[in-house]
Each structure stands twice: as C-alpha cells, then as structure tokens.
C-alpha cells in the first residue's frame, strides 16, 4: 500500500502488469512465424509495445550499437551536453511522465544487452539546479552492466525559473522526480528483462548527493547501496550560505572585491600557514579543518604595495573563512569556507561579483518573485527559507535505521577541496546521525561510511588523487579499493567493508601521462597523517590516525 500510495500521489498510473499485458514480465518471445528467438535489437524496439504507463507520452526505445556517440540536438545549452559516446550495445529508452496536471518529468533508462547485464539496478542523480539528464553517469553504468536510469528533475536546464508560480514542480526538483525515475524505471528494467533486479543502486553528487540522503531519509527500501559524493544537505542553508558571498563581496567595482589575480597569492599564504598541519609540505590539505587561516599578512601597507589585500578585502576573507552564523550569532548556519580550495572552484563560483545560480532558488521558488535582486539577501531571509523548508528539501533527517535495518550500505565521499559546497558540512551530517542514532563510529561503520578525498574538488578534479571511479572521468580502476562504485557492490553483495579508498593523481592531471601518485584516503573520523619521509608521495608513508 504504501508504494501505491506513493505512486498515485506522483499521479503516475504505472500498469504494467500480468493481468493487464499477459507477458508483460516474462521475456519477449519471439513471433509464432519465426524459428529463432528475438535479437537484442528486436527486443528493444518491441519494448513499447509492451508497457502501459497512462500518464506517460512520447516513449521511445531505439537500439544504440557501441562506439557510436549518440547527439542531443535539443538539450537545453545550459546543461552542457550535446552529445555522448556510447562504449556498448544499449537499448535506450526514453519517455515523458506527467507528476501532476502542471508538472512532469523526462527520463531515459538505458539496458545493457541481456548477456552483459549484471542484474543491478541504478538510478543517477543531477547537479546545480537540477534540470539536466547526466548522461555520462548513465552510460558509466550500462558500460558495467547496470540497468541505469536518470531523469530531468522536473525541468528543463540550469535555471529554476520553473519553480515560478508552480509548486508542483519545486516538488518534482525537492524528491518526486527522483523517486518517480527510479519507481518506472525499476519496472521497466523487469518487463525487459522478464525478471527483477537482484540489487539496486545509486550514484550521485551534488545536489545528486542530497536527492539521495533524501531517499534513504524518506524512501529506505528503493536502494540496496549508494555512492553519496559531497551532498547538498542543509539544503536551505546551503543556499543561504552561497547566495551571501555576494552581499560579502559586492559587484567587481566594489571596495570589499577581492581581485580574481590574487586568489592564487591567497593560495599560497594558506599553504605556507596550513600545508604542513598532516606532516608534509606537498601542496594537499589533509584536514583544512584544523587549519585557522589567518590572511592578516596579506595586508596592504609600507614597503608591500603589491600583490596585497585592503583592509575592506581582507575582511571579506575573513567572512569567507568563518562559519555563517544566525543574526543574533547564537546558531549555525552554515560551515565555512574550507581553507586550500582558492584553486579548485571557489572564486570562479562565488567571489565573481555577479549572483551564483542558487540565488534562483531564492528568486522563484523562496520568494516568488522574478524581479528579486540577489544583492538584497538579508540574514532575515535565511531564516525564511529554512521555515519554509519546502517539501523538506533540507534533507537533515538525523534517523535513518529504516535503511539500516533494510540492510542498506551508504558510501558518502566528500572532496576536501571543494570550492562549491564546504566539505566540513558532510561530517557535520555524519555526527548529527550519530548523535541521532546515539551510535559511536565503530556501530556506524556497520553501513555508513564517510571518506574524506583530500585534494579533490567539486565532484572530481583537483591536484590531490581524486580518481576514484565515482565518474566515468574520474576512473582509474574497477578495483573495489580504488572505485567506490564497485566498492559498494562489493560491501552490498559481499559483506566487504571498504576501509579506505585508494585514489589516483596523474601528471598535470592527464591520465596520458602517466600517475604521479595514490593515497589512500581515509574513513571518518579517521585523518592521513605523513609518517614517511620525502615529499608525500609514498602512499606506503601515510597513515589513518
């Protein structure tokens, strides 16, 4: 009852069933004319044939062979892809599904040939604002043999201007579109295939993070294993805290901008007051937590004329670099900054002078308003939004033994360079289920994990050993030691536990050109610390403390 209440309240009429489609969940067969059964192509473009969705239009299913590229001529431009390259023989499907009389989403699920086809089931998540399919990540998991499904979150494109005036779409983008992929999705990959998925998965960052803690919060039994890198929890908070750099900074004309030429200078005075805090100088902050940067020194004055901060600027860093407070200073907000991400991300996303895109949510789905100024955010404004809470997007749920006693396995990763959300945000996630659950680390390990990547930046990318397989792009290895995808299949279907994830770093950051190093990275609360000698690259010389 519970999923058909589920289902109704998304308006979805899911009926693919044996009493309406006779062989709706057995294989396709072949025609009474024919002598041999049906190829992977046949059973593809037939696959519409055989479901029933009402409230769906315009379902398509086409066969796509493998080392071809695959062009999306009308993608929206903001989401950025265009096209993608297919590594294998996919059958690719495709349809629209209308959430409420005013709201809808679209979705593609892509299956993998059912001789490659592992048997696993997993849903993808989105990014920013949330109205882009990740194709990449999709075909990342069909490449492996998933069964792998992604939809648009309710709209089309960065912008959230469709949360104007329409709170059915603010509840597509909070939870519904989400759930409604994965819902469909799941019984489609059973007509396919003639029989349910074995295990179900997710893979996520981002805002793609916190659409999966908002499963596991509110949904415990959809996912057997999930890959949660730097989430978006706090959600509300989180946009407080991103759309105030502007207030802090003010236009690029004002007196408290902070140049975009210096963030490199503000770099190195962080390294040279931070970077040996893990027991080496090699350019990688293993715990900017535990560093108090101080950019006094980078003052204007006598004799130092250049490549320098006013008074007006260096307080802006120190606004940067604090914890966003309440207006009476008396409740946190938000963390801060963390110190080490001035190269990864950080001021090209919110020292630029002009609003972050999440000043969008404020704008249409907050307030309303399409005339709303970014500049004018007040502290009075956060406490709107985190009252408003709308269809609970904030994710904070403490309490998540529904999923631990579903048997659930949570690997949560979060980049310690990350310029976009601050990665001391998700250990404060992980201590709030703790103290929620009044579980000590040891009793949480049972299924959650928290690894903190050092060096790595929003998602991926940055000088540290970021390559750790939870992208296509980031993958190094299909070693469970050193993929966190596979490392939560194996934790899920074998009972093995990861320990630490071994990540790669190339040359320039160019797989090309070889690895410069690997780190292991550690568990939360967990910290690397150097006890071996050079300059950090002997993986062997590290260790969790």
């Not at 007006?312 to 914890?323: E, G, V």
């Not at 249409?364 to 009075?380: G, H, K, M, Q, V």
């Not at 995808?485 to 630490?500: C, F, H, K, S, Y």
Request: proline share 6%; with cysteine; net charge negative.
């Amino acid at each position: 009852m519970t999923l058909l209440r589920t289902i109704l309240s998304c308006n979805l009429a899911l009926l693919v069933s044996a009493s309406s489609v006779p062989d709706a969940h057995l294989p396709l067969s072949p025609s009474s004319s024919s002598s041999s059964p049906p190829s992977f192509e046949e059973q593809c473009e037939s696959l519409p044939q055989k479901l029933i969705i009402p409230s769906a239009n315009a379902t398509s299913s086409t066969f796509v062979t493998a080392n071809t590229t695959i062009h999306f001529p009308h993608a929206d431009p903001t989401c950025g892809r265009s096209s993608q390259h297919i590594s294998t023989d996919l059958c690719r499907v495709g349809l629209q599904v209308a959430t409420s009389p005013r709201s809808g989403i679209k979705l593609e699920i892509w299956l993998p040939s059912p001789d490659t086809w592992t048997g696993r089931f997993l849903s993808t998540g989105n990014g920013g604002m949330g109205g882009c399919i990740q194709y990449e990540d999709i075909e990342y998991a069909v490449s492996l043999g998933f069964a792998a499904v992604g939809t648009n979150n309710g709209h089309d494109g960065m912008s959230g201007e469709s949360f104007l005036n329409n709170a059915d779409a603010i509840e597509d983008f909070a939870y519904r579109a989400l759930r409604s992929g994965v819902v469909l999705g799941k019984e489609i990959t059973r007509t396919f295939y003639g029989r349910a998925h074995n295990k179900s998965y997710y893979l996520g960052c981002s805002t793609g993070g916190r659409q999966e803690f908002k499963e596991v919060q509110d949904f415990p039994g959809d996912f057997d294993g999930v890959v949660v890198g730097a989430p978006a929890v706090a959600f509300n908070n989180l946009t407080s805290w991103s759309c105030r750099f502007l207030t802090m900074t003010g236009s690029a004309e004002a007196e408290t901008f902070v140049p975009m030429d210096m963030w490199g200078v503000i770099h190195r005075d962080v390294l040279d007051q931070c970077d040996g805090l893990d027991g080496v100088k090699d350019g990688i902050l293993e715990s900017p937590d535990l560093c108090n940067y101080n950019p006094d020194g980078l003052l204007c004055r006598a004799g130092k004329t250049s490549e320098c901060l006013t008074a007006p600027q260096i307080q802006t860093l120190r606004k940067a670099y604090s914890p966003l407070l309440s207006v009476d200073n008396s409740t946190l907000v938000y963390p801060e900054l963390q110190p080490g991400a001035e190269l990864t991300g950080a001021p090209q996303t919110y020292f630029t002078g002009e609003p972050f895109g999440a000043a969008d949510w404020f704008r249409y789905a907050i307030f309303n308003d399409s005339t709303w100024d970014p500049f004018s955010l007040r502290p009075e404004d956060y406490v709107t939004s985190s009252t408003l809470n709308l269809f609970n997007i904030e994710t904070w749920e403490g309490d998540l033994s529904a999923f631990r006693e579903s048997g659930g396995k949570i690997l949560h990763y979060h980049g310690l360079a990350d310029g976009t959300i601050s990665s001391a945000n998700s250990p404060r996630y992980y201590e709030h289920v703790s103290q929620t659950m009044r579980l000590s680390p040891t009793e949480l390990d049972e299924f959650y994990r928290l690894f903190r990547i050092s060096g790595m930046a929003h998602c991926g990318g940055g000088p540290g050993a970021a390559s750790i397989g939870n992208s296509k792009r980031n993958l190094a290895s299909l070693d469970p030691d050193e993929n966190v995808l596979m490392a939560v299949v194996r934790w899920v279907e074998e009972g093995i536990a990861p320990d630490t994830i071994r990540g790669t770093a190339y040359v320039n950051g160019t797989q090309s050109a070889g690895v410069d190093f690997r780190r292991r990275h550690c568990r939360w609360p967990y910290r690397n610390a150097y006890k071996g000698v050079g300059n950090g690259k002997d993986e062997d010389g590290w260790e969790c403390v």
